[in-house]
C-alpha cells in the first residue's frame, strides 16, 4: 500500500541522526513492500534559534526538498514561536501547506497516513487525510503526552488532534499508561520502536575484568547534555562519588553523532548510565544492552519491563554509583523477559497487523 509518513523529526542533512526512529520505521515498511513518500514540516528559524535546543541542529538550513542517503523528503516551513505561545496560528500554518504537499506529490496518492509526534504535525496530517479521505494514525514518543499535554497553550489542540486520529501508537507501556488514564482516544495500542544493531555491534553481556576501584572506567551518557531533561549533572555527580571510591573515571556523550558512531561507543563503554527526568523508552537503553553494554538507570520510562531491579536506582549519585559497581560486579543476572518483543519480526507484525485494519 501508499503510505505517506508525517512527522517533525526525520535526519536532516546537518543532523543525520536526528529523529533515526522514524527513520527506521520507514525503512522497514519499505522492506515490508510498501511504497512510502515523508513530509517533515518544520519550523522557519535563523540559524542562531537552533541553539536554544540541540534537537533543532540543522533546521534553519534544511531546504523545502532534500534527499538522505535513502529517501527523498519534503520539509514544508511553517511558522512558529518559542514556547508555543500562539498555538492555534502555528496549527493554521501547518494546515495551509497541505495544497503544497499534494501538489509535490504529484499523481502519488496514499492510501493511510501515520503521523509521528502530534503537535503540530497532526495538524497537517488530519488535513491531508480529509482531502483524500483516507485515514490517519498517530504516534507518540513521549513529549506531546508528557510534556505538552501538559502545556498550558498545547495541551487542549494535543488532545484534540489525538481523538480525531484513526487510532493511536505508543512507543512505550508507560505512555500507554497515560494515553489511556487520559482517555485521548478510543483505539490506543503499544508497539515499540524497532531496536536492533546489527551483527557488527551485536554482543553477549560482556564481563567486566580489572582491579577492583583501581581501573579506568567509561561511562556513556547517551544523550545531549545540553538537554536539561537529560539531567547531565546528576551523571557528573555520580562520576564524582566513583572517583571518591578509587576508580578513574572517563564520561563519554552522545552529540549529533551519526548512528553507527553511536553504536560503537556503546560497545566500547562499560557502562551507560541514564539519569534523565524523562524517557519513553529510551531506545538508547536497549541499544546498549544488545550491544552487551550493562545500563544503570533512574526509574524512568520503560526500564523495569527489560532491566534487572537492581541497576534501576534513585535519583541520587550514591545511590547511582551502588547500581554501577554492582553491573560491574555481578553482570547480567536477570532472568526477565528479553527485547524480542522490539525485534524488527515483532514490531512489523504489529503494524502490518494494524495497517489492514484501517485500509481495506
Known amino acids: 500500500m501508499n503510505i505517506l509518513v508525517v512527522s517533525l523529526l526525520f535526519p536532516l542533512l546537518e543532523n543525520p541522526n536526528r529523529g533515526i526512529f522514524v527513520a527506521h520505521h520507514v525503512n522497514d515498511l519499505e522492506e515490508a513492500g510498501h511504497s512510502v513518500r515523508i513530509i517533515n514540516p518544520l519550523p522557519r528559524m535563523i540559524r542562531y534559534a537552533e541553539t536554544s535546543r540541540s534537537t533543532l541542529k540543522g533546521v534553519a538550513r534544511t531546504p523545502k526538498k532534500y534527499s538522505t542517503t535513502r529517501h527523498e523528503v519534503l520539509s514544508p516551513k511553517f511558522i512558529d514561536f518559542p514556547d508555543h505561545p500562539f498555538p492555534r496560528m502555528t496549527l493554521n500554518s501547518v494546515a495551509r501547506k497541505a495544497k ?5 506529490l504529484g499523481s502519488w496518492k496514499p492510501d493511510i497516513i501515520l503521523c509521528h509526534t502530534l503537535f503540530p504535525s497532526a495538524q497537517l496530517a488530519l488535513t491531508l487525510s480529509k482531502e483524500w479521505k483516507i485515514p490517519w494514525i498517530g504516534i507518540v514518543h513521549g513529549h506531546d503526552i508528557d510534556v505538552g499535554l501538559q502545556h498550558q497553550t498545547t495541551g487542549r489542540h494535543i488532545r484534540s488532534l489525538a481523538a480525531k486520529a484513526g487510532g493511536l501508537v ?12 487520559e482517555q485521548l482516544n478510543e483505539n490506543i495500542l503499544y508497539i515499540p520502536c524497532r531496536t536492533e544493531v546489527g551483527k557488527d555491534w551485536a554482543r553477549p553481556m560482556k ?15 547517551p544523550s545531549d547534555p545540553r538537554r536539561l531533561e537529560k539531567n547531565f549533572f546528576l551523571a557528573l555527580q555520580t562520576g564524582e562519588e566513583l572517583e571518591r571510591r578509587g576508580w578513574k573515571v572517563g564520561i563519554t556523550k552522545l552529540q549529533h553523532q551519526p548512528h553507527d558512531v553511536a553504536l560503537d561507543r556503546m560497545l566500547t563503554a562499560d557502562v551507560t548510565l541514564i539519569t534523565s527526568h524523562r524517557e519513553s523508552g529510551p531506545l538508547t537503553a536497549r541499544e546498549s544492552i544488545l550491544c552487551g553494554t550493562p545500563v ?3 526509574n524512568v520510562g520503560d526500564m523495569r519491563t527489560f532491566l534487572p531491579p537492581q541497576w534501576i536506582r534513585e535519583y541520587d ?18 532472568d526477565g523477559p528479553s527485547l524480542a518483543f522490539c525485534s524488527k519480526e515483532e514490531v512489523m507484525k504489529a503494524w502490518t497487523s494494524l495497517l489492514e485494519q484501517h485500509v481495506e
Open 317 to 334: 549519585a550514591i545511590d547511582l554509583a551502588d547500581g554501577v559497581e554492582e553491573a560491574l560486579q555481578h553482570g547480567w543476572t536477570h
Open 100 to 104: 503544497w504537499v499534494i501538489k509535490n
Open 296 to 298: 544503570v538507570t533512574v
Open 207 to 221: 564481563p567486566w575484568k580489572g582491579r577492583w576501584r583501581k581501573e579506568t572506567i567509561d561511562i556513556l551518557f
Open 170 to 181: 505508543c512507543v512505550s507501556q508507560s505512555l500507554l499508561e497515560k494515553a489511556t488514564m
